[in-house]
Structures are given as C-alpha cells and as structure tokens.
C-alpha cells in the first residue's frame, strides 16, 4: 500500500514555467514532509521540507504549499530552468521504524 | 572526503551468483539504509541499521542479507541472484532513526543476466 501518493508521473515544462508536483497522504501521524531531488545518475538529495502546521515555506525558487485538512501538499518550481531536470520524490515521515515513506516520483524535463 | 560512498558503482553478473556491494559515510551518522530503485524510479527501503543494530527489515527475500561492521559501513550481500534482482542499489545514512533528512550515496547499478 503506497503510504504517499505522488502525479503526475512526468511533467514537461518550457523553460521560465512554473512545475507543479502533487502529493497525498492519509497517516495523520506523518509529522515532516520532505522532498527529494535526484538527478540522472545519482542518489537522491534533501530539497526542501515542511512541517505539518506551516502552509507554505519558500526557498529560492521552489516552494511546497501544504493542506492540511485535505492532508495534500504540493512542489511548485518557479521559472523553472533546463538544470531543474530531475525526478523528484515527495515524502512523509512517520514515527515507526521505517520513518520515511517516499512518492513514487515524478520525472521533470524543463525544456529550454 | 564522499560523505556516503558504495562500491561498486557498476555490478553485472550471471543469475546464481552470489555479490556483495559495500557502502562507507564519513558523517558519523548512527543509522544506515538500503533503499531498491527499479526500473520505474520506485524507490523501496530494504534495511536500516541504527549503531549497528537491525531497525528495519522489510518484506525481502531472505537471499539479501546485510551486514554491519561497524556505524560507518553497511554491506549487502546478495545470494543467488535472479533476473528480478536488477535494479539501483542506494545507501544512505541519517544522523538517527528519526531524521527526515537521508544523505544518499551515488548508487550501485546491478545488472543480473
């Protein structure tokens, strides 16, 4: 049972368009939602993360808006660059053994 | 100074064979994991280490078997290897078992023939 769900699979933006990633959970007990940038060839790293009682937190040019009645949270990339190409990974912490419960990645090409 | 290294980084090999990929962090980090990527980009979390003792040990075939020598290394050897085993193999490690904050190493590309 997939703890988190992530869309689109894959998403092609032009470059200085906006990338929207969505994701959804129903474990109330998840308490940090980070997200994941992997790059081709190489191991997933810490984008970005939000706590549960924040609805926004903005860092550069990626922000995650979080819902939390309707317990969604989304990526938004701004002027999104050829460079932003990656998969990205939402993800939720629980407070069991296996603490992180990651999306099923979305696939972004930003086309120049 | 790689903060989380693995070797290798490529593995090809014949079904029924039997492999090791090791993995080294230098972040004096206490926990330590094996995540799966197959094909799709799924990632799939196998084992997690916290100081050298087995926290985690998802539904995988007992063919996979970890090992921890110590907080900083955490190997996997894999017996018997199938088709299906083909895959990314990444490390990771996080400074506890409560951190949401994973740092990954680069991966180990298995390819079973």
């Known amino acids: 049972q997939q703890q988190v769900k992530q869309s689109p699979q894959s998403l092609i933006v032009q470059k200085g368009g906006i990338s929207i990633i969505n994701c959804a959970y129903e474990?109330?007990?998840?308490?940090?939602f980070p997200w994941y940038q992997q790059f081709p060839g190489k191991g997933p790293a810490l984008l970005i993360a939000?706590?549960?009682?924040?609805s926004e937190k903005k860092e550069g040019r990626f922000t995650i808006s979080f819902n939390k009645s309707a317990k969604q949270f989304s990526l938004h990339i701004m002027d999104s660059q050829p460079g932003d190409s990656a998969t990205y990974f939402c993800?939720?912490?629980?407070?069991?053994?296996?603490?992180?419960?990651f999306g099923t990645g979305t696939r972004l090409t930003v086309i120049p | 100074d790689t903060a989380v290294s693995q070797t290798p980084k490529y593995l090809v090999t014949q079904m029924g064979n039997d492999k090791s990929i090791k993995c080294e962090q230098n972040l004096g980090h206490d926990t330590m994991y094996w995540y799966k990527q197959d094909s799709k980009k799924f990632l799939k979390i196998m084992f997690s280490y916290n100081n050298k003792e087995l926290i985690i040990n998802e539904t995988v075939p007992n063919r996979f078997s970890p090992k921890s020598p110590d907080k900083a290394h955490l190997n996997l050897h894999i017996n018997s290897l199938e088709l299906g085993d083909s895959a990314v193999y990444f490390c990771a490690s996080s400074w506890d078992r409560l951190s949401y904050e994973q740092y990954f190493g680069p991966g180990t590309r298995l390819t079973v023939t």
């Open positions: 939000i706590r549960p009682d924040v």
């Open positions: 993800a939720a912490r629980g407070t069991g053994a296996n603490n992180l419960f």
């Open positions: 474990n109330t007990a998840f308490d940090y």
